[in-house]
């Protein structure tokens, strides 16, 4: 019977160490197929990785580029604007001279010739119409008691504000010292007398 112990103890012991080889085994199979699984997971961040500190670099440069257009924007809007307002301070000047202008030349005597100063100013000495056919627009200005102004606004044609008034667009260059047809939305222009 001992015998028979000792073999079935050995018997018994060499099973076990087949059982724990074979449970050992599936555990580093286990486990070689979680480090495999892991390092493809790996790969994978490393390559998303990649890919966005590519797209950071690329927006990176975007953003650079889009600071250098709107600092340049920006100058460029600030000097329309110092242009604009220069134009602006013309205009109040201009607008000034001719309202003293057409004050000085409502007062004078009716038989007095015009300085160069008023021929500049006025075109011609020919006299607007006495009367408007059409109604007073809500854009005219009336100045120093004679001289009667209209604001040209958008859309607006020499043409068109001459038909307006009852007169032509010969007259109305003539009374305002334009070469051309072109006038600007925001410019005072005589349209006849009151």
Same mark, same amino acid.
């Given at each position: ?7 079935? %103890? ?26 495999? @699984? ?30 250098? $257009? @709107? ?40 038989? $007095? ?7 500049? %100013? ?22 120093? /008691? ?29 009374? @305002? ?14 349209? /006849?007398?009151?």
């Amino acid at each position: 019977m001992k015998r028979l112990t000792v073999k079935s %103890l050995a018997l018994f012991c060499a099973s076990w160490v087949l059982l724990a080889g074979c449970v050992m085994t599936e555990k580093y199979e286990a486990e070689k197929a979680r480090a495999m @699984n892991f390092q493809r997971l790996l790969a994978q961040e490393e390559k998303r990785t990649g890919e966005m500190d590519s797209e950071l670099k690329r927006l990176k440069r975007e953003s650079a580029d889009l600071e250098a $257009r @709107n600092r340049e924007l920006t100058a460029q809007l600030q000097a329309v604007r110092e242009q604009l307002a220069r134009v602006q301070e013309e205009m109040a000047l201009r607008e000034a001279a001719m309202t003293k202008k057409a004050a000085e030349s409502a007062k004078a005597p009716k038989g $007095r010739r015009a300085d160069r100063g008023d021929k500049d %100013l006025l075109g011609t000495l020919e006299e607007p119409p006495a009367e408007v056919a059409t109604p007073e627009p809500s854009g005219t200005v009336t100045v120093g /008691g004679t001289a009667r102004y209209h604001e040209v606004k958008p859309g607006e044609t020499l043409f068109s504000i001459a038909k307006r008034y009852g007169t032509d667009v010969k007259t109305l260059k003539s009374w @305002n010292s334009l070469r051309s047809n072109s006038i600007e939305v925001g410019q005072r222009l005589v349209v /006849g007398r009151e």
